[in-house]
């Protein structure tokens, strides 16, 4: 198949996520830069976006195959107590431009100062706790603070549900955290500390989803005569002059194309930015060479180091008065952050999202969860290329409770949600408690469509006039025998559950992660510049050398938000500026 070649350009991103839509947006803004976006998936703009993503209700925008990749699959569990045979599950990764921002839950989370010093500590130059509060603010616009810790004029809306439109299952669940003893705070994006939060939400002032290509790339962005963005095109591999990135392969309608450029910076996410690197030969060499793949840098850690936020949930049945009211509302509507009782915890080690409503569907409505997760986890995975072949999906394993830390931290939080939401307070709000986790089977009866939105409603009638059957219902339908009181009474049985039904919360990362120069396992310097390969940088969560505790998207914008000014301010060395000679 043969190749055209474009002219150079100055500035080739290569993927349109969080990261690709801000970096793309900041350097146009130098008319005398050329800068070119590249995104796999098809254009969003404003006037584009469909209903599941424009919806301020995130439950459908993920479960739509247009959005994502269907064909990348998971491993989660690395648990001592997992079954032998762990079979990969769908993991849901954008395709799309706006990236994860586009299907995400639009929850605005920062983590902890201390997450940025950490980087630093690890062999980021250039980060802290400062530094990355410097770019929250300026990527927020927040509508309900001004202060120290907050920015009015960035292009990221964000704000909180005002009291009256939070549901009633929230509200009781926040009423029975405060009695037990739990501070009410106001904003969880100030001073970092422990309490019940009113989630922060990046939803327009219209009640819309904001992803990235909307913020940063307005029409006028989009006039600019020095930015082009090419939509549907995938890329194959990076191009080399020696052990200098020039540009990179894509193929779009059926070509291929070369794009020429003076630097190259990989945005295309926690997973497949660490593919594009080993496809190109940059990566473990043994593992290159093995799949006929000629190494031309061997940096071990790429594909090393895969993070998540690993996952379970207490559920509990509502009945009408509990409910959402308006089923076009967020679901994500406060959060408790705590501090676990292992040893040296740090700050704010675990989160319940409180959720009052738990999926699109009618049995969903009826459903109201705490979702727990372990906020600052400390098990690693690892992604590993299937194939040379660009568009097979790697093999993702992310050993999720491979730590024991984190696997007793997950069954401690299981424990405290099911305190919770069996208080005795809420008995008069919610109907019978039970365990559930984001199974397989889960998201195939989810899934939108005609026959699951008929077998949903007859189970959703079943449950309502099931009186004081409902318990069993439940048991025998939903959780498939599982009972909350065997879990609690059982910490072995409570062990294999946990084990075996973790699931992530979208939040991978550190597969290119910054550090020091004589790491081994680094794989770019804290400016996101690539260790022994000129013109190349990369600039998303896969260079997050521990994960932040928070959902992971606004720490993106920010890191990208940082390197764009980093960029601008220095452009690229001469040698690439990692003592590459």
């Known amino acids: 198949?043969?190749?055209?070649?474009?002219?150079?350009?100055?500035?080739?991103?290569?993927g349109g996520g969080s990261a690709g839509c801000a970096l793309a947006a900041r350097l146009s803004e130098d008319e005398t830069k050329s800068v070119t976006l590249v995104e796999a998936g098809r254009d969003l703009s404003l006037?584009?976006?469909?209903?599941?993503?424009?919806?301020?209700?995130?439950?459908?925008?993920?479960?739509?195959?247009?959005?994502?990749?269907?064909?990348?699959?998971?491993?989660?569990?690395?648990?001592?107590?997992?079954?032998?045979?762990?079979?990969?599950?769908?993991?849901?990764?954008?395709?799309?431009?706006?990236?994860?921002?586009?299907?995400?839950?639009?929850?605005?989370?920062?983590?902890?100062?201390?997450?940025?010093?950490?980087?630093?500590?690890?062999?980021?130059?250039?980060?802290?706790?400062?530094?990355?509060?410097?770019?929250?603010?300026?990527?927020?616009?927040?509508?309900?603070?001004?202060?120290?810790?907050?920015?009015?004029?960035?292009?990221?809306?964000?704000?909180?549900?005002?009291?009256?439109?939070?549901s009633p299952f929230v509200r009781a669940v926040m009423d029975t955290l405060r009695l037990r003893g739990e501070p009410i705070l106001p904003d969880q994006n100030g001073e970092w500390q422990d309490g019940v939060f009113p989630a922060a939400i990046a939803v327009s002032d219209e009640g819309e989803r904001v992803p990235a290509s909307i913020a940063y790339l307005t029409d006028q962005v989009r006039a600019r005569s020095n930015l082009t963005i090419l939509t549907g095109a995938y890329v194959r591999t990076l191009r080399f002059e020696g052990?200098?990135?020039?540009?990179?392969?894509?193929?779009?309608?059926?070509?291929?194309?070369?794009?020429?450029?003076?630097?190259?910076?990989?945005?295309?996410?926690?997973?497949?930015?660490?593919?594009?690197?080993?496809?190109?030969?940059?990566?473990?060499?043994?593992?290159?060479?093995?799949?006929?793949?000629?190494?031309?840098?061997?940096?071990?850690?790429?594909?090393?180091?895969?993070?998540?936020?690993?996952?379970?949930?207490?559920?509990?049945?509502?009945?009408?008065?509990?409910?959402?009211?308006?089923?076009?509302?967020?679901?994500?509507?406060?959060?408790?952050?705590?501090?676990?009782?292992?040893?040296?915890?740090?700050?704010?080690?675990?989160?319940?999202?409180?959720?009052?409503?738990t999926a699109w569907h009618e049995i969903g409505q009826r459903m109201g969860s705490i979702l727990v997760w372990v906020n600052k986890s400390y098990s690693r995975g690892e992604v590993q290329l299937r194939s040379a072949d660009p568009h097979d999906e790697p093999i993702v394993d992310f050993r999720l409770l491979s730590d024991p830390r984190d696997f007793n931290r997950l069954k401690e939080g299981f424990r405290k949600a099911a305190a919770i939401l069996s208080d005795p307070g809420l008995r008069r709000t919610v109907g019978p408690v039970f365990p559930t986790s984001y199974?397989?089977?889960?998201?195939?009866?989810?899934?939108?469509?005609?026959?699951?939105?008929?077998?949903?409603?007859?189970?959703?009638?079943?449950?309502?006039?099931?009186?004081?059957?409902?318990?069993?219902?439940?048991?025998?339908?939903?959780?498939?025998?599982?009972?909350?009181?065997?879990?609690?009474?059982?910490?072995?049985?409570?062990?294999?559950?946990?084990?075996?039904?973790?699931?992530?919360?979208?939040?991978?990362?550190g597969t290119c992660r910054m550090g020091a120069v004589d790491d081994p396992m680094a794989v770019t310097d804290g400016e996101g510049l690539v260790y022994g390969i000129a013109g190349l940088r990369i600039c998303d969560s896969s260079i997050m050398p521990s994960i932040p505790r928070a959902n992971t998207n606004m720490p993106t914008l920010m890191l990208a938000e940082r390197l764009a000014d980093v960029i601008k301010g220095k452009g690229l060395p001469p040698d690439g500026g990692n003592g590459f000679g």
């Open 47 to 166: 006037a584009t976006m469909p209903d599941n993503i424009r919806a301020r209700y995130p439950g459908r925008a993920f479960l739509d195959p247009l959005n994502v990749w269907t064909a990348l699959q998971a491993v989660f569990s690395g648990a001592k107590t997992r079954r032998p045979h762990r079979a990969p599950r769908l993991y849901e990764q954008a395709r799309v431009l706006g990236g994860g921002s586009a299907i995400n839950a639009m929850v605005a989370n920062r983590g902890a100062p201390e997450d940025y010093d950490e980087w630093a500590a690890r062999g980021a130059e250039g980060w802290s706790g400062n530094v990355a509060l410097e770019y929250f603010r300026k990527i927020e616009r927040d509508v309900d603070f001004d202060d120290e810790f907050h920015g009015r004029d960035g292009p990221i809306p964000v704000r909180r549900l005002p009291p009256d439109r939070v």
């Open 243 to 357: 052990l200098r990135v020039v540009g990179a392969g894509i193929e779009r309608d059926g070509k291929r194309q070369s794009l020429a450029a003076e630097e190259t910076i990989v945005t295309m996410g926690g997973i497949h930015s660490a593919c594009l690197l080993m496809r190109s030969g940059i990566g473990p060499a043994s593992e290159l060479q093995a799949l006929g793949i000629v190494p031309r840098c061997d940096r071990p850690g790429v594909g090393k180091n895969l993070m998540e936020h690993p996952l379970i949930a207490v559920s509990a049945y509502l009945p009408a008065k509990a409910r959402m009211a308006d089923l076009a509302e967020h679901h994500d509507q406060a959060l408790l952050r705590w501090t676990s009782s292992i040893e040296n915890a740090p700050r704010g080690d675990m989160h319940f999202a409180i959720i009052g409503r």
């Open 1 to 14: 198949m043969s190749e055209t070649v474009t002219r150079k350009i100055d500035y080739l991103i290569l």
């Open 439 to 509: 199974s397989e089977r889960v998201k195939k009866v989810s899934a939108p469509g005609l026959w699951n939105a008929i077998q949903l409603r007859l189970l959703a009638g079943m449950l309502d006039w099931s009186g004081p059957l409902r318990s069993a219902v439940i048991h025998s339908v939903v959780t498939l025998g599982v009972s909350l009181d065997k879990l609690l009474g059982d910490d072995a049985a409570l062990g294999e559950f946990v084990g075996n039904s973790v699931a992530g919360v979208w939040h991978a990362s």
